[in-house]
């Protein structure tokens, strides 16, 4: 008996539409186990991007994980403030994100006093800062009144302004080798660090002061991702800066990387686990479906449909099952990915249309690894014996 193709394909669609409508209850539980694998896959994809930026913002409260000096054993600002920039370009094209924008720093010693007095000058490391670069780059600092907005406003240390008796408002005399600048005090910082220490400047303005235009002593950077990141960067920075010296710290990186691997390991295997369970309850599904069948694909067989239409008529059920089950899994994942990351995280999580590909694939290969089973039974069915019943 010639067999005609498109007749067969004709007859193996009406059996699985057929099957479909005949059998809404277990495809219907089939359906529910992909949506669920569909759910935690666009929820965990959805959280990962928002949560790392989340997380990475608070670890940026530790301050930055690299710095950029001169070598060991040299002083002074002989750092080109340009090759610095242009570096930081370079990293982000290598595609590691620096965020925020490193802060260029100047380092030089002086003596301060409050304006109107005389008597001794107090030593105090006088620092030319880039704002509002600084302070993003040192989230957990606090700052009592503002950073400087003008030329002649600085910000002190709260253990040197205490030790000069120079609170908000005041203003001091720098002094810096022959030079003498005033500068009116916008705020008190508190770090507990050598920070409290300094008096934090303009950087044009200590630049012009001390005649080091264009020159650095240091730059401060975040970079994203972990230590394993940064170490990249640090390698990629020495070579853009001959002469550099590119210093991980390694307490902060460390610290940044460790959440992130924790939080993609706890994803991983928590994704593992519930698409094995999902694959199993698809594949118990659409075996049940197959032994109820064999007289229906028996009768296909007898009306000359081969292998092929089989396959079709299985990998067709499955496909339809998964891509409804993705769609709705995407859907449910999204607003399931917003409750979770205000709820547990505090952050802000969208839902992010690209996620819909990833989502796609995880649906259909599970539905169509789910149905290898079933479908070696059904190619096993001959005729006269599922006609028989046996």
Same mark, same amino acid.
């Given at each position: 008996?010639?067999? @005609?193709?498109? @007749? ?19 495809? &219907? ?19 990962? =991007? ?35 920039r242009g570096a930081a370009a370079r990293l982000a094209r290598a595609g590691i994100a620096v965020e925020p924008p ?39 600092w606090k700052i009592e009144g503002a950073w400087p907005n003008t030329a002649t406003e600085c910000v002190v240390g ?17 002094? &810096? ?40 002593s240091l730059a401060s950077f975040t970079i994203s991702g972990g230590s394993a990141e940064v170490t990249r960067a640090? @390698? ?21 990387? =460790? ?10 295997? &928590? ?29 296909? @067989? ?53 996620? &819909? ?34």
């Amino acid at each position: 008996m010639l067999r @005609r193709p498109g @007749r067969n394909a004709g007859v193996a669609m009406r059996f699985l539409l057929r099957s479909l409508a005949l059998r809404r209850g277990n495809f &219907l539980m089939a359906i529910v186990a992909i949506a669920s694998a569909a759910t935690l896959t666009a929820t965990l994809l959805a959280l990962d =991007a928002d949560v790392r930026r989340k997380m990475s913002q608070d670890v940026r409260g530790f301050g930055p994980n690299m710095l950029v000096t001169p070598p060991l054993g040299t002083e002074g600002a002989i750092l080109d403030e340009a090759a610095l920039r242009g570096a930081a370009a370079r990293l982000a094209r290598a595609g590691i994100a620096v965020e925020p924008p490193p802060a260029l720093l100047l380092l030089a010693s002086g003596g301060v006093r409050p304006a109107g007095t005389e008597g001794a000058w107090h030593g105090a490391t006088v620092t030319g800062a880039e704002f509002p670069a600084l302070p993003r780059l040192n989230a957990g600092w606090k700052i009592e009144g503002a950073w400087p907005n003008t030329a002649t406003e600085c910000v002190v240390g709260s253990a040197l302004a205490e030790r000069i008796s120079s609170p908000r408002g005041s203003s001091l005399v720098i002094h &810096l080798g022959d030079h003498e600048l005033s500068c009116h005090v916008s705020g008190v910082l508190a770090t507990g660090e050598s920070e409290e220490e300094q008096i934090f400047l303009p950087l044009s303005s200590l630049q012009e002061k001390i005649g080091a235009a264009g020159r650095v002593s240091l730059a401060s950077f975040t970079i994203s991702g972990g230590s394993a990141e940064v170490t990249r960067a640090a @390698r990629l920075l020495e070579k853009e800066l001959p002469g550099a010296q590119a210093r991980v710290l390694w307490q902060v990186a460390e610290g940044q990387g =460790a959440l992130l691997a924790k939080l993609h390991r706890l994803s991983l295997s &928590l994704s593992l686990v519930v698409l094995v369970l999902c694959a199993l309850c698809v594949m118990t599904t659409l075996l049940s479906s197959v032994l109820e069948r064999e007289p229906e694909i028996g009768l296909m @067989r007898s009306l000359g449909a081969g292998d092929g239409e089989i396959l079709a008529m299985f990998l067709g059920e499955a496909t339809i099952l998964s891509l409804i089950g993705a769609l709705s899994g995407t859907l449910v994942g999204g607003v399931l990915a917003r409750l979770l990351g205000q709820r547990l995280f505090d952050a802000a999580v969208t839902l992010r249309w690209e996620v &819909l590909p990833a989502v796609l694939g995880v649906s259909l290969a599970l539905g169509w690894i789910a149905v290898l089973a079933p479908l070696r039974r059904a190619l096993a069915v001959r005729p006269a014996d599922a006609l028989r019943g046996e």
